[in-house]
T-cell receptor
Framework: GNSVTQMEGPVTLSEEAFLTINCTYTATGYPSLFWYVQYPGEGLQLLLKATKADDKGSNKGFEATYRKETTSFHLEKGSVQVSDSAVYFCALSDTGNQFYFGTGTSLTVIP | GAVVSQHPSRVICKSGTSVKIECRSLDFQATTMFWYRQFPKKSLMLMATSNEGSKATYEQGVEKDKFLINHASLTLSTLTVTSAHPEDSSFYIC???????????????FGPGTRLTVL
């Protein structure tokens, strides 16, 4: 079956620190992989996605590379800002409709 | 960009009453919408798939008589929590797929969620 495992938080970083949030997946087919972000009091927003192996999704300084050999899609950002404080969800979809989410990782960036 | 709205954003109700949550796709038509439930410090759990013009498909363990879903039009799906109890208190999120030519271009849009508190 399909599932997503992501590192548990919470994660607290100082501004301008390097961020990595690990995500690994299990899938029966060839899924698309996603990172969603949920800011306090708001709904989920698509942060980035990758649709096939070796693709790199990027947005707002965040990056993640679809690694089929390690079944991973780790989220990285070189220099985080206070405004990046949010909960980050890794997800996969093999049909474009049904999504499987990780448990979410809460990130707090302190000035 | 595409927007999915939910109404209400917050609702507090007494135990035993029913609550209706609306999910609308504002600038696109969605033949399929999805309802999720988010528990504190946990991930989103897919509850059901709402299909326009037909019955919803429920995930295993979700009571279809308790969580009534109606997808009356291509832009509106409703979730009614019937005879609500405190354990139904949760954050309910809907999503809609803005279909593209293939799964590599279509995009899932999520609503902002509805916080339900049952007293």
């Amino acid at each position: 079956g399909n599932s997503v495992t992501q590192m548990e938080g919470p994660v607290t970083l100082s501004e301008e620190a390097f961020l990595t949030i690990n995500c690994t997946y299990t899938a029966t087919g060839y899924p698309s992989l996603f990172w969603y972000v949920q800011y306090p009091g708001e709904g989920l927003q698509l942060l980035l996605k990758a649709t096939k192996a070796d693709d790199k999704g990027s947005n707002k300084g965040f990056e993640a590379t679809y690694r089929k050999e390690t079944t991973s899609f780790h989220l990285e950002k070189g220099s985080v800002q206070v405004s990046d404080s949010a909960v980050y969800f890794c997800a996969l979809s093999d049909t474009g409709n049904q999504f499987y989410f990780g448990t979410g990782t809460s990130l707090t960036v302190i000035p | 960009g595409a927007v999915v709205s939910q109404h209400p954003s917050r609702v507090i109700c007494k135990s035993g009453t029913s609550v209706k949550i609306e999910c609308r796709s504002l600038d696109f038509q969605a033949t399929t919408m999805f309802w999720y439930r988010q528990f504190p410090k946990k991930s989103l759990m897919l509850m059901a798939t709402s299909n326009e013009g037909s019955k919803a498909t429920y995930e295993q363990g979700v009571e279809k008589d308790k969580f009534l879903i109606n997808h009356a039009s291509l832009t509106l799906s409703t979730l009614t929590v019937t005879s609500a109890h405190p354990e139904d208190s949760s954050f309910y999120i809907c999503s809609a797929n803005r279909g593209g030519p293939d799964i590599y271009t279509d995009t899932q849009y999520f609503g902002p969620g509805t916080r339900l508190t049952v007293l």
